[in-house]
């Protein structure tokens, strides 16, 4: 990895922890929501970094132009939810410090006893068609059960949608 490389890494990271714990953090619901926009595209960053073009494309398109999205509508039309402060996760220290300290021993022990390899195969010049071969030839099986599952849960969703609405149109 060159100089600039790891700067552009480190620099990623850094945003990437500053993002998170402004997430964890923010009292407000709206704020908090665009700091996980701001760490999905931190991410998405990395996905470039790694030359993923295609995993960073849908990084940015499904996280942070659908989820993220959504999760802000959501927030805004709900008028209920728009002024409500969250309690901080910082109320129970003592339970969140055992946490940390047991996530920080369990990545050392599994980093610890992991064998990690970087692969030397060069990576494809057009990733985003190689996917797509191997997607329409290889996968057609996982791709389309996948399709059929987020039908069911689009369905699945307005008919949800639909129940609530029907429930207060009879109040």
Do not use: C, W
């Not at 987020?150 to 699945?156: E, N, S, V």
């Amino acid at each position: 990895m060159d100089l600039a490389t790891q700067i552009i890494f480190f620099g990623l990271s850094a945003m990437a922890i500053a993002s998170a714990i402004a997430v964890v953090t923010r009292r407000n619901l709206f704020h908090a929501a665009m700091f996980l926009g701001y760490l999905m595209l931190v991410i998405a960053g990395f996905y470039f970094l790694l030359n993923a073009d295609l995993v960073g494309m849908m990084q940015v398109f499904v996280y942070v132009g659908g989820v993220v999205v959504v999760l802000l509508f959501g927030i805004m039309l709900t008028a209920q939810v728009t002024n409500v402060r969250l309690v901080s996760g910082f109320k129970f220290k003592g339970l969140t410090l055992l946490s940390i300290i047991g996530l920080v021993v369990l990545l050392i022990s599994v980093f610890n006893k992991a064998t990690l390899q970087v692969s030397n195969a060069a990576v494809p010049k057009d990733s985003v068609s190689l996917v797509g071969k191997l997607f329409m030839t290889n996968y057609i099986l996982p791709f389309e059960v996948i399709s059929v599952l987020l039908l069911a849960a689009l369905i699945g969703a307005i008919v949800i949608a639909r129940d609530e609405a029907k429930h207060k149109e009879d109040r």
